[in-house]
């Protein structure tokens, strides 16, 4: 039995989703915030049973597109107007309907961009190290397990009554994850 | 979300099977040691055709662009069909995942993750051939816009700027879009992995992924918005590279329904191409389960479709061309019908129109043979029709007097096949080492398959 | 299962990643800092030439105008480097024994031209006629510098288009009164500051950016 | 341009400024093995728009076999390697560096002078312009304000060629004996031993032979020689000669007269097979008098009297033909039959004889309207009408020709006579017999051939080599390394005429005095010095020959002091002063019908089957120029053959035969057989072959050497110019020809604008002929027009007056250093020309009317191919120029696709390799044009490098370019002034008014891309009796 200062909290397995999401109701019900579930796909309604609903996804796409069509509209007047004007084939300077292509496609890149990394950055990704992968039975998270952690970090979390509670709930297995 | 077609046909995955079943039968394709002798011959003689492709540019470059065929008028040859014809192909990766995403149709879901793959690679090697068929392509990178000591920069009314960008942009957007994608299943390879090697490699790549509730929704949420602005940018990117012809004057380029009938026609080769490549992969892997005979049915039809738009392109072609009046654009009509590339025009109207309309009927839609041939069929229909467009537009334009014939030499046969080589060689070493078909949404099939039969 | 991956690892993958952005910036800024360098334009270098000759000796103390060696400068695209005669005329007479004159000597004894090597090198594909910049007010001193303080040539300018725009683009910054157009490099800004567009008003001068300017 | 030294005192310095060049060239010569020194030379004139090595050697393909796609970025960044100045050790005087210099200099061909300005940089010549003040040469512009601007004349393209033979590589570089190399002095000692023994016998068994003679100084020395040697003799041949012309002259007037044509001056012109437009030695001034009278102006009224009407009557499709308003394509025997039926037509009493009744017989494929109506014309243009006999004629035919031109009164109007140009006027063929003969019967113990190369050229049934074998000494003076010197024991080569001192006659007999540009590039010698050593005089070198033979002449008849001032002055403007050849007034023997008659019987040769006629190339001439690339590789007119001559044959006749292009067949005369490719020509005679000599030249060097069929193996003494019967079977095998136009038919496509005289009269303000198919639509651009004020560059190009001789082509390639591609990459149409000269035919196969359209940029307002490029290689410049920057081409080649006058030229592969290989080579490029490097997009630039000349000069003075100070390359070398060229803003501007005549239109203006190159239209003055 080790300090609490040790623990990362406890993990309790369970066979399929349904059970899952049912326990992960129960612990928020009891008040725990801290929790995690883990499954090896996505799992109807598991986030919002955590309390978890908005991603702010959709507004980092948003603002990294503007940016995008900005730039790219920007890049183009700067150089075929500003930089170096030049008469191409009787064409005024500004020609923009030629610019529209390059415009759209920036606002794609950066939107694209802004998206995945923005999701790795909000996922706090990459992380090859983190105390679950110390546990051995964590490797079917990736397969066919559903896991529910109680973190250590939660005001309410107690070795003893934590343990308790996961244990309740019916699981394959709960076990204790150190630091 | 459940569908009702899966009550009333067959399921789009086989019954009796559990996560760990698919979990395990298709990572261990990946995580099996040893090499199984089809895979290893099927490399090599892609890795040869892979030799011939460096051989090629090697003399290329050695010598320039004039050991092909091109000539003026027809300055574009080779170089220009295949590129088209790869990014055609190129297309239905990003189409079936993200298209069918958004419609939610979830037969996509066995077959997206190596249509991406093909993609990929399709890209790769249609990219190469703007740059190979420079006349220096040690410059090429002045088509990018940099601050540079000459003061100069690209000309952005150029539709090989607009080209350069799509294509960049199509590229990088599908790489992610392939890559998030992968993320989870590499997780599960980096945990079902029991040598040290692949463990660090895939758990490099899966960055750490542990499945949390909050992860998967931010995951979610990211992907559908990469598959909505995916949509648009396939789209676009062929329309694009239409521009190449509809923005330019020459006689059987110069048409506004260029954009749509390429997108169709990319899709149609898309399509094709997948099957082509998933055909003998469920063959190869015994992945029936997975790609069954009802995914093969929905790309039949779909390619019938797309067929069919193709084919109402040409008329609108033919049209567009006699309603304009001018002699030169309808003798570019009846030069293709009638003039010295007949033979190829005709072959073409075969490939992409007369025999593909077998796929109305369903037996011919579930004959694996047939479906296989026909594929075949419409990637070569698909690259005639590029020829046509590029080589028999240009080598009759405006002044009778500049008239001239286009014979592709060794070298641009030996290219053109090189980047066949360097594409099967990609999706072979793919095939092995990545997971061919999302395990995760496989398992997601299973549990809402497992649901409605509760 | 035991951890895959050290701790560390946490750290150091994201900073590959983020970090990765700002190593591609340098990258660039430094390929765009190289290509200014000396290194590369090899601005600013001096030329080992056959003989130590300073300009900064002949015109600055000795007064010599730049027309006296360099004959064509008002009437041909090219300058003109003078023939050993031209260094005969006065050597004949001051330093007839100096021993790092011997190569001119030579050069006039037996008729073998004397072979310099070319500091202001435009590319071959890049047209250049002194003979209109002169006569448009551009002085010497504006592209060689001050060369009278060079005693050994080396070149101011990185003859970068970029370079040679920055004048076309706006002479009135460079052009100056045509009586000052070969006087020492003193300061002849100062005085084309005077009635800057004056200058260009009275010289006519069309400086274009067109491509055939300077491209044939 | 500089101009200045066109004055009298600087030019006054001419000698001097050769002995410095000399001195210069001198020292390269020592430094020859010096890279560094050529190096330096090099930087005269620029290099490549990259540095790179696009090498396709074995090594470098390995080289490169690691580094595969990494390689094209590495390439770009070459740095460029270390330059070199030389300056001069003493500076000649007048060569300011970087500037050209123009000197008069003039070229001897077909028996005359045409008159030349050579364009010289830092001592090398790099291109060629006619000389104004010579009077075989029009001028260029003349009306333009008259400024200190250089005045150009009109040139053909063997003249413009000339320049890129001078720095051959290929020529000939040592004196060889036997094939082994030897020297000059051995081959003096030789001689002189050789000549001691011969000169008891007052020279006898020494025989001189050599082209047609014209150079008074030549001549002078022949005469000493002849006082020297009272038994030598002096023979003269050329394979196309003007024995028919002399012998005709004899026969109307009998007297030896030199014909010139005065064609302005006639409303009605009849060609008898003449190629009057393209050949004979006043031809430039015959096509800008034809010309001239071909333009019409927007009144159309005064146009009606002004414009004239050729009749031309021809058994093989020419030029002149082409240009024809009416052309009656006839067998050869049947012109020689329609000249007699003409004459007799005109009055002409020929006593009945059986001749008479033959020419009948064979004339009986001859219309009779159209004898009726040329005759009606003639009559009706008494003293203003013009016949002209083709050189390839009987005499008769030539002797009518005169008699018509007498009785019509057309003398002195039309046609003027003076005395002969030749030094020794004589039928050559004859003159050749004799040599033959004497060398056969060993009476040649000495033959001296200076220049010609009668070993490949005389005719077949001499066997001039069997009688050669004869000769113990043979001597052969030539260029290049030839057939004839093969088997001649004495090799000398011979100076270029820009190399050596000489001089000549231009066709009324007027001299110029052949100066040289350069002293030798390669050790020879010329004419003079070698018949020099022959009058024992082995140090003379040609400048002191010509320079004494014309100070003693001058002082002998200049009144004036100084003959020096004569002298200079004759050397600056390129003619000596009123050297012409006295007119002469001949009259019609008073027994011509009668001695004509006789001559039918000889002249009028019968026969059956199909007629094989023999005629000079256009490119080759007689073989001469068969290793000048430019020339191998120029378009052919109207048939658009490179690099190779071909059976000409009309479709029907093909028919007959059952060949198709590129099918050989073998065409048998008199036992000979020659196997040649067949090329099908619409407008060609029925059953008539044409066969163009020059060809198939074992020894002209790397161009020319088996290049072509060669064809004087059929060409007889008895057939020089026509073999009947001749007998033509298939072979079955197939040759590829290199065409550069492979479709001569409109497709009903309105490209060309065309009408009749009579069409315009009805409305000359907007004549209905310019209206047809598509008009372009007035602005429909959703941009704003872009405004040029400032100059406004542009050019007209008259269809009308367009003969499609070919210069503009060569003057074009010489301006701009363009490459030569080879036969090979023209077969792939990758041909290089900048300026092209698109050839359509309408109507009827048999005889189709012919249309010339030159085709260069049009630098359109709107050009299409700008927006295109992704690097911005090809811009508009503030003047309306499309500009063509090859250092930015990355060679996408999007522009040439979408150029619809597909002018754009791309260099495939790296054209200019072996220039870059060959230091002397080199010299020929103009070192004010970039040399294009592999990978770039080229094409014309509308001369803008002398647009940019003129524009420093003018600047320089404070002024605007005046019109005519810029003269395009094309522009200054075609005869008929069809190429106009300057500022569209500039209200008083020639190409100004062109371009608002009635008859002005754009090519494909439907398309709305603006060409400032624009066009007038073709309007012909056809017989309206002959409709």
Not at chain 4, 54 to 71: E, H, I, P, V
Not at chain 4, 535 to 551: D, K, P, Q, T
Not at chain 4, 803 to 823: D, M, R, T, W
Not at chain 4, 880 to 894: A, D, Q, S
């Amino acid at each position: 039995m080790t300090a609490p200062a040790n623990y990362f909290g406890v993990l309790a397995e369970f066979a399929d989703a349904d059970e899952l999401v049912a326990a992960a109701r129960e612990v928020h019900a009891a008040g725990y915030r801290e929790v995690e579930a883990y499954s090896p796909m996505p799992v109807e309604g598991l986030a919002e049973a955590l309390g978890f609903r908005r991603t702010r996804m959709r507004l980092v796409v948003l603002v990294g597109g503007i940016i995008g069509c900005l730039s790219g509209w920007a890049l183009q007047y700067y150089t075929s107007v500003i930089a170096y004007p030049l008469n191409v084939g009787g064409r005024p300077v500004n020609s923009w309907p030629s610019f529209v292509p390059v415009v759209f496609e920036m606002t794609v890149l950066v939107a694209a961009l802004s998206a995945v990394l923005g999701m790795l950055a909000m996922n706090g990704l990459p992380r090859p190290h983190h105390p679950l992968f110390g546990i051995p039975q964590f490797d079917r998270a990736s397969q066919d397990r559903f896991f529910l952690c109680i973190l250590a970090r939660d005001p309410m979390f107690h070795p003893m009554s934590s343990r308790q509670l996961l244990e309740r709930l019916g699981p394959v297995e709960v076990t204790d994850v150190p630091q | 979300m459940p569908n009702e077609l899966e009550t009333k046909h067959e399921p789009f995955l086989e019954r009796g099977h559990s996560m760990a079943s698919v979990t395990n039968k298709i990572s261990s394709i990946v995580l099996a040691r040893g090499l199984r002798w089809g895979w290893v011959w099927g490399l090599a003689i892609s890795f040869a055709g892979l030799m011939l492709f460096l051989v090629s540019v090697t003399y290329l470059f050695a010598v320039g662009v004039g050991v092909w065929g091109i000539n003026v008028p027809v300055a574009w040859g080779f170089a220009i069909i295949n590129f088209v014809w790869w990014v055609g192909i190129g297309h239905a990766g990003t189409l079936i995942s993200a298209i069918l995403l958004l419609f939610r149709q979830e037969w996509r879901t066995s077959i997206n993750r190596f249509a991406e793959a093909m993609t990929l690679f399709a890209v790769a090697c249609a990219a190469l051939f703007p740059l190979l068929h420079l006349g220096r392509p040690q410059f090429f990178y002045w088509m990018a816009p940099y601050p540079n000591t000459m003061g100069i920069w690209p000309q952005f009314r150029s539709p090989l700027i607009w080209d350069f960008f799509a294509v960049g942009t199509y590229a990088t957007v599908s790489l992610l879009f392939w890559y998030v994608g992968l993320i989870p299943d590499l997780a599960t390879l980096r945990d079902r992995a029991r040598r040290r090697f692949p463990q660090i490699a895939y758990g490099i790549l899966a960055m750490g992924w542990r499945g949390s509730a909050r992860h998967w929704k931010r995951y979610q949420d990211a992907y559908v918005l990469l598959a909505a602005l995916a949509t648009p940018l396939v789209i676009s990117v062929h329309s694009v590279v239409s521009f190449d012809f509809a923005t330019a004057i020459v006689p059987g380029w110069h048409s506004t329904v260029f954009p749509p009938y390429f997108v169709a026609g990319a899709i149609y080769s898309g399509f094709a191409m997948v099957l082509t490549i998933a055909i003998p992969l469920r063959a190869a892997y015994g992945l029936h389960d997975f790609i069954t005979d009802r995914h093969l049915d929905n790309m039949g039809k779909v390619m019938l479709a797309s067929g069919l738009i193709v084919a109402y392109g040409y008329l609108t072609e033919t049209f567009t061309a006699w309603y304009s009046g001018h002699e030169a654009e309808w003798y570019a009509i009846g030069n293709r019908a009638g003039g010295p590339y007949a033979p190829i025009f005709w072959l073409l109207i075969a490939c992409n129109i007369v025999l593909p309309q077998a796929l109305w009927f369903a037996s011919v839609r579930r004959n694996v043979f047939a479906l296989f041939a026909l594929s075949l069929v419409i990637n070569v229909g698909m690259w005639l029709e590029r020829f046509v467009i590029v080589v028999v537009s240009l080598h009759r334009d405006y002044l009778p007097s500049s008239w001239a014939m286009y014979q592709p030499t060794f070298w641009d046969w030996s290219t053109y096949i090189g980047t066949i080589g360097l594409f099967a060689s990609l999706m072979f070493l793919f095939i092995r080492f990545l997971p061919m078909i999302s395990i995760f949404e496989m398992r997601e099939m299973v549990e809402e398959s497992a649901q409605e039969h509760a | 299962m035991p951890q895959i991956f050290h701790p560390s690892m946490n750290t150091i993958s994201r900073a590959t990643i983020f970090g990765a952005v700002f190593i591609i910036g340098f990258i660039g800024w430094l390929m765009g800092a190289v290509v200014r360098s000396p290194y590369a334009t090899s601005a600013g270098v001096i030329k080992e030439q056959p003989v130590p000759f300073s300009h900064e000796h002949h015109v600055a103390e000795c007064g010599i105008d730049c027309r006296y060696c360099h004959t064509s400068v008002e009437d041909s695209s090219f300058a003109g480097i003078p023939p050993t005669q031209t260094c005969m005329n006065c050597h004949r007479e001051l330093w007839t024994e100096s021993p790092i004159l011997e190569p001119v000597r030579a050069s006039y004894r037996t008729g073998e031209p004397l072979v310099w090597n070319r500091v202001h090198d435009v590319p071959d594909f890049a047209f250049f006629d002194h003979s209109i910049h002169i006569r448009k007010g551009v002085s010497c001193a504006t592209c060689h510098g001050a060369v009278d303080r060079m005693p050994l040539m080396h070149r101011e300018a990185t003859l970068h288009m970029e370079w040679c725009l920055e004048c076309h683009r706006q002479p009135e910054r460079f052009v100056g009164p045509r009586e000052l157009v070969f006087a020492s490099a003193a300061s002849p800004a100062d005085e084309s500051k005077v009635a800057q567009s004056n200058w260009i008003e009275a010289y006519h001068v069309q400086s274009k950016t067109d491509c055939s300017v300077c491209h044939r | 341009m500089n101009s200045n030294f066109r004055q009298p005192d600087t030019a006054s310095d001419v000698p001097h400024r050769a002995s410095d060049g000399s001195q210069f060239w001198r020292s390269l010569e020592e430094l020859e093995g010096d890279d560094a020194f050529f190096v330096a030379l090099r930087r005269e004139f620029p290099e490549y728009a990259n540095r790179l090595t696009d090498g396709a050697t074995r090594r470098q393909f390995l080289q490169l076999m690691g580094a595969s796609l990494a390689l094209a970025g590495m390439q770009g960044c070459v740095e460029q390697p270390q330059e070199k100045i030389v300056p001069f050790v003493q500076a000649p005087e007048q060569i300011v560096p970087g500037k050209p210099l123009y000197y008069s200099t003039a070229m001897t061909h077909d028996g005359a002078g045409i008159g030349l300005l050579a364009e010289s940089h830092m001592g090398r010549p790099v291109k060629i312009e006619g000389n104004p003040l010579h009077p075989a040469v029009p001028e260029i512009m003349s009306a333009a304000a008259e400024t200190n601007r250089l005045r150009f004349g009109a040139s053909d393209t063997f003249a413009q060629a000339s320049v890129l033979s001078l720095y051959d590589p290929d020529r000939s570089q040592t004196v060889l004996r036997d094939g082994q190399i030897s020297t000059w002095d051995a081959f003096a000692a030789e001689l002189q031993a050789t000549l001691s023994t011969l000169a008891e016998a007052g020279g006898r068994g020494l025989r001189i032979l050599t082209e047609t003679v014209v150079s008074p100084t030549f001549a002078d020395q022949l005469r000493q020689l002849v006082e020297l040697y009272p038994n030598a003799a002096w023979h003269q041949y050329e394979p196309i000669n003007h024995d028919n012309e002399l012998l005709g002259s004899r026969l109307a007037f009998d007297a030896d007269v030199q014909t010139i044509y005065h064609v302005e001056a006639a409303d009605v012109i009849v060609s008898l097979d003449a190629d009057f437009l393209a050949d004979g030695p006043m031809h430039l001034q015959q096509a800008r008098g034809f010309a001239n009278r071909r333009r019409v102006d927007s009144t159309g009224a005064a146009s009606a009297a002004s414009m004239n009407r050729l009749y031309v009557v021809e058994s093989s499709l020419t030029v002149t033909g082409a240009a024809a308003d009416h052309r009656l394509p006839l067998a050869p025997r049947a012109v020689a039959a329609f000249s007699l039926r003409l004459a007799q037509a005109l009055g002409l009493q020929l006593e009945a004889s059986e001749s008479a009744e033959n020419a009948t017989s064979v004339g009986d494929q001859i219309p009779q309207e159209w004898l009726d109506a040329v005759a009606a014309d003639l009559q009706q243009a008494r003293g203003r009408g013009l016949v002209i006999a083709g050189r390839a004629q009987p005499p008769f035919v030539h002797a009518i020709a005169h008699w018509i031109n007498a009785t019509l009164g057309n003398v002195p109007g039309s046609v003027e006579y003076v005395e002969p140009i030749a030094a020794r006027p004589e039928l050559q063929l004859d003159s050749l017999r004799d040599l033959v003969n004497s060398m056969r019967a060993g009476e040649v113990h000495a033959l001296v051939i200076l220049a010609g190369n009668p070993l490949y050229n005389a005719p077949a049934d001499f066997h001039f080599a069997a009688a050669l074998e004869n000769v113990p000494l043979t001597v052969h003076l030539s260029q290049y390394e030839d057939e004839t010197s093969a088997r001649c024991r004495w090799h000398i080569p011979e100076l270029h005429f820009l190399e050596s001192w000489s001089d000549t006659r231009a066709g009324d007999g007027t001299v110029s005095i052949v100066q040289p540009l350069v002293a030798p590039l390669r050790s020879g010698k010329s004419l003079h010095e070698v018949l020099a050593t022959l009058l024992g005089n082995f140090a003379a070198s040609s400048y002191e020959i010509v320079r004494s033979y014309w100070r003693s002449r001058l002082e002998a008849q200049s009144t004036e002091a100084n003959s020096d001032v004569v002298w200079q002055q004759a050397l600056h403007d390129g003619i000596v002063a009123n050297t012409g050849s006295p007119a002469v007034q001949p009259t019609i023997r008073g027994d011509f019908a009668a001695v004509l008659g006789r001559q039918l019987s000889l002249s009028l040769p019968a026969g059956e089957g199909i007629s094989v006629v023999f005629r000079p190339d256009p490119s080759l001439w007689d073989g001469r120029f068969a290793n000048n690339g430019w020339l191998q590789e120029l378009p052919r007119p109207l048939t658009t053959l490179t690099w190779d001559n071909a059976a000409l044959m009309a479709p029907a006749t093909a028919d007959a035969l059952q060949v198709k292009n590129g099918n050989v067949i073998e065409i048998i005369v008199e036992q000979t057989a020659i196997s040649i490719p067949v090329l099908i020509t619409p407008g060609q005679s029925a059953n008539v072959v044409t066969l163009h000599l020059g060809y198939g030249r074992e020894r002209a060097g790397r161009i020319g050497n088996s290049v072509g069929t060669n064809v004087y193996p059929l060409r007889s003494s008895g057939a020089m110019w026509h073999a009947e019967g001749a007998e033509i079977r298939a072979t079955g095998r197939t040759h590829k020809l290199a065409l550069t136009q492979h479709h001569h038919v409109m497709e009903g496509r309105n490209l060309v604008r065309a009408g009749t005289l009579t069409e315009f009269q009805e409305h000359p303000e907007h004549p209905a002929f310019m209206f047809e198919g598509h008009v372009p639509a007035e602005d429909v651009s959703m941009y704003p027009e872009h405004k040029y004020d400032g100059y406004k560059w542009g050019m007209v190009i008259n269809q009308a007056a367009c003969i499609g001789c070919n210069a503009c082509v060569v003057a074009c390639q010489a301006e701009n250093n363009v490459p030569i591609v080879g036969k090979g990459q023209v077969l792939n149409s990758r041909e290089m020309h900048w300026l092209r000269i698109d050839h359509y035919y309408r109507g009827s196969p048999e005889n189709p009317e012919h249309y010339h359209q030159p085709m260069l940029c049009q630098h359109c307002e709107l050009a299409p191919c700008e927006p295109v490029c992704p690097v911005a290689a090809t811009t508009h410049s503030s003047e309306g120029l499309n500009e063509m920057t090859y250092n930015r081409c990355i060679g996408t080649r999007y522009c040439s696709n979408n150029c619809p006058y597909k002018v754009r030229r791309f260099n495939f592969l790296d054209y200019n390799r072996e220039l870059r290989q060959d230091a002397v080579l080199q010299l020929a490029s103009n070192p004010d044009v970039t040399v294009r490097s592999r990978g770039v997009m080229e094409k014309c630039t509308f001369c803008v490098q002398r647009i940019s000349a003129a524009r420093i000069t003018a600047e320089k003075e404070d002024r605007k370019i005046r019109d005519g100070e810029v003269v395009t390359a094309c522009q200054a070398a075609c005869p008929t002034e069809a190429i106009v060229f300057g500022d569209l803003n500039d209200a008083g501007s020639r190409v100004r008014q062109e371009s608002a005549s009635a008859l002005n239109y754009s090519v494909l203006g439907e398309l709305n891309t603006r060409p400032r190159t624009t066009y007038l239209a073709v309007v012909r003055n056809p017989n309206p009796a002959l409709r």
